[in-house]
């Protein structure tokens, strides 16, 4: 599975909202902490220093958020289309 490329982090609130109802966001120093149903994703980084407005984050973490909160990954991969695997031809 390649993890390569990124995503916005506004797109990532967009598929919690859509995948994780209900999910709660807390930002701390270097990194958000994502809770839903009572599971927990604590390293989801915020960005490069800065405005931190919208930073591209690494599919390698969007992918462990998915996989340890459990989100349901087709509903994720319908919002956030870089997650979706290509074929090899």
Known sequence: ???F???GLL???TMLEACAP???KKAREHNWLIT???RSYWSLPRGDHGTRT???IQLGH???MIRQLQINEE????????LRKKKKT
């Open 36 to 38: 839903w149903q009572e």
């Open 75 to 82: 509903c994720a991969q319908q919002h956030l289309p870089q």
């Open 54 to 56: 919208n930073p591209d």
């Open 22 to 24: 209900k999910y709660s």
């Open 11 to 13: 797109d990532i609130w």
């Open 62 to 64: 969007v992918r462990n």
């Open 1 to 3: 599975m390649s993890s």
């Open 5 to 7: 490329g990124t995503v």
